[in-house]
């Protein structure tokens, strides 16, 4: 221990037997300093260890960010080091205590830009600083387009499924578009016929592609037809289906199944004595069709608007229902994974209610969000 360590040390001794923290009461600004010197001296006793880890762009990939401005600070000091190409830091002679620790990069915003770190006797090795960086971007021609799903990729990029109608290809065609981290497109897809072709729905497959539900009005047997696309991981076209009777089809949702088949799910008009019902389709890796099930409720419409693969192998669907003339009722049920129904549910909170989101949850249980006509119409989950 210092000279000067042990000087200070005997002083805060004296007064503390001599009463001085009484006297101090009366000048609290004196005491504030008195009591942080104290800390302070305390905090140079603790032993010293080594703090080192990595700052990631996403943990999908564990890509390390480089040139990242890493802070290491508590009431008593703050350090400052940069992290190499590969995102690792490291600080020596870091006495124990808590610190919080926190990332900057020049021209970026990272979230989160903290957090709490205890360092302990031993050497605190391995620590995972994730962050993401926010960003952005309009994409798009001199006409109309619009996203209606996106995924994060596997290299923590993004893809994005909508139509677009700046391209020549059609009246209104399928867009698909991969961004990398920072947003910056690096492919996109247009695809479709002379009409309207629109993707409402995109997930990655387990090959490192994709695949997408919609509709297509260029192409089919009807007035609309469920159209499904598979692309490659570099926005390839595999191959497209189309299914669908003499009326309107329209798919809106799609997951891929245990067995790289994909079930999706959506509207008809074809396949339905009643205004429309919910039409489930399942098919083989290929895009080859495997069987189809109908659902309606009250002989009214029954539309559905999410679907997703569960733990057990069957399917949980989220749409809507409508009890009588206009009154509409949120509607989520299971299927097993030949399309028999498991369970369902029905709840009313207004005239008009519908559900357009369902996830499976960590205790299987399930996540569902659409709106409500309570209240003139609300958020509900």
Known sequence: MNKKLVIYLLISGL???????????????????????????????????????????????????????????????????????????????????????????????????????????????????????????????????????????????????????????????????????????????????????????????????????????????????????KLNSNGEEEWQKIYGGSERDEARSISQTADNGFIITGLSESYTEDVCDIWVLSTDENGDFKWSQTYNYFDLTDKSFSIQRTSDGGSVIAGTTEVTSGDFDLLVFKINPTGTIVWSYLSDKGAYDESYSVQETKDEGFIVCGSSGLDSGDFWC
């Open 15 to 229: 007064m503390s037997a001599a009463g001085c923290d009484s006297m101090l009461a009366d000048h609290p600004v004196d005491k504030a300093r008195s009591l942080y010197e104290l800390s302070y001296l305390a905090h140079l006793t603790h032993p010293t260890t080594t703090v080192s880890g990595r700052v990631i762009l996403c943990g999908l990939n564990n890509n390390g960010n480089p040139n990242v401005r890493v802070t290491l600070g508590c009431p008593f000091e703050n350090r400052t080091v940069y992290t190499d190409s590969n995102g690792a830091f490291s600080f020596n002679n870091v006495r124990t205590g808590k610190y919080i620790m926190s990332a900057s990069k020049q021209g970026h915003r990272l979230i989160p830009d903290r957090q709490e770190i205890t360092v302990g006797l031993a050497d605190v090795a391995d620590v995972i600083f994730e962050t993401s960086v926010t960003w952005e971007k309009t994409i798009g021609g001199e006409s109309w387009e619009k996203a209606y799903s996106v995924q994060q990729t596997d290299d923590c990029g993004y893809v994005v499924a909508g139509y677009t109608d700046s391209h020549d290809v059609g009246n209104i065609d399928a867009y698909i578009v991969k961004l990398d981290i920072n947003g910056n497109t690096e492919w996109e897809k247009t695809i479709g016929g002379d009409d309207t072709d629109i993707a409402y729905d995109i997930q990655k497959t387990s090959d490192g592609g994709y695949v997408t539900a919609g509709i297509t009005y260029s192409s089919g047997s009807g007035l609309g037809d469920y159209y499904i696309i």
